[in-house]
């Protein structure tokens, strides 16, 4: 491996800055040595009484090794502290303390990589492991979401259909009645059912039919199949149109799924408000659609989180509960998927949904 290569290098070149040190220190104590001996007769006496003891060769060579030594122990302690805290990251890795991270000494010799790779590792082990939490804390609220939101539309239904199966009803008026509610309630658990598999097949992928769609053609076909429906919910829906065609690479059908979403969600939410507009908007650059209501804002703190799944702006704005929570992040996907933004804007006025797609010549 490179860093081990690089490690002996350093180890080798530790010994020879050891051994030049040690020269040095020997020969500077030498002349050191022979100015105190001309500078003092006590230090001249105490020469002689040494080389009496030691023969002056031993003296120097002595020296030489303690130098060596001492020089040696000095830079290999920055090594060895570095090798000691790449191990004891690794302990502390393997031990699942995943936040813990080393000093990166250099980014130039390979033992600075190596303390660079193992924070990176650390950082992407604590990364994937924070994904995998969130993923399953993700799938129990989507088992407890679904499971709630499935009971309570089959419990209505059950509950009707059990007063009909009892002949608990006075008139054939109130039979009716019954039987009108269980429908509804019905239509509101197949709608659940059918986004959740919509949204669960985005997520692991969708093949789009990709072809050139005139956009502003597109919503002046929803704005005629759209009035009286809307005008049903006691609304008026209003258009302005782009001046020029708008042409964006799109799957129709998918497209067309997600500007109903966005109605449905207009006319569910904005009735206080009677009007909703379908705004056009095309530059050289993007086709923009706008979907406008006039009802009750959404408050700034729940703006954010529109898109995510089974995510509903304060249940008290409406007494309508039908909807499966999955609307607005199946749009937000569809519109991903094709290379656009979609983002919500609102204020005491207006509440505006607004779809951003690249336009093509």
């Known amino acids: ?50 080389e009496n003891i030691f023969p002056p060769e031993l003296i120097i060579i002595a020296a030489g090794l ?49 303390e660079q790779n193992l924070n990176e590792m650390a950082h992407k082990l604590q990364h994937s492991i924070e994904e995998e939490r969130r993923a399953e804390r993700t799938k129990s609220e989507l088992i407890t979401n679904v499971s709630h939101d499935l009971r309570t539309p089959l419990t209505s239904i059950l509950g009707y259909l059990r007063l009909v199966e009892e002949d608990r009803y006075r008139d054939e008026v109130e039979l009716r009645h019954y039987i009108r509610i269980a429908y509804e309630k019905s239509e ?88 909703i507009d379908m705004v056009v908007h095309s530059d050289p650059v993007e086709a923009r659609v706008e979907i406008v209501n006039y009802g009750e804002p959404i408050p700034q703190t729940d703006l954010p989180h529109v898109f995510e799944r089974f995510y509903r702006v304060d249940k008290s704005r409406t007494g309508d509960r039908r909807g499966s929570g999955l609307g607005l992040a199946i749009s937000s996907t569809m519109i991903e998927l094709h290379g656009g933004r979609i983002w919500a804007e609102s204020d005491a006025e207006r509440t505006r949904f607004i779809i951003s797609l690249p336009r093509v010549p």
């Open 1 to 50: 491996m490179n860093w081990t290569k690089q490690l002996t290098w350093k180890l080798l070149i530790n010994v020879f800055l050891s051994f030049l040190l040690a020269g040095v220190t020997v020969l500077a104590l030498i002349l050191l040595s022979v100015f105190l001996v001309e500078m003092s007769t006590f230090a001249q006496d105490m020469f002689v009484f040494i």
């Open 66 to 114: 303690f130098s060596f030594f001492f020089y040696y122990y000095l830079l290999m302690r920055l090594t060895v502290k570095r090798i000691n805290q790449v191990i004891t990251t690794v302990q502390a890795i393997a031990d699942g303390n995943l936040d813990y991270r080393m000093k990166v000494h250099s980014e130039v010799d390979e033992l600075g990589k190596l």
């Open 188 to 275: 509101s658990l197949h709608l659940m059912i059918e986004d959740l598999f919509e949204y669960s097949r985005m997520s692991g992928g969708m093949n789009l039919d990709m072809q050139r769609v005139n956009v502003a053609e597109l919503v002046s076909q929803l704005f005629v199949h759209y009035q009286v429906p809307v005008e049903e919910c006691g609304m008026t829906l209003r258009m302005r149109n782009a001046q020029s065609p708008a042409y964006v690479n799109a799957d129709t059908l998918k497209l067309v799924r997600v500007f109903e979403n966005l109605l449905s969600n207009s006319m569910k939410y904005g009735r206080d408000g009677r009007f």
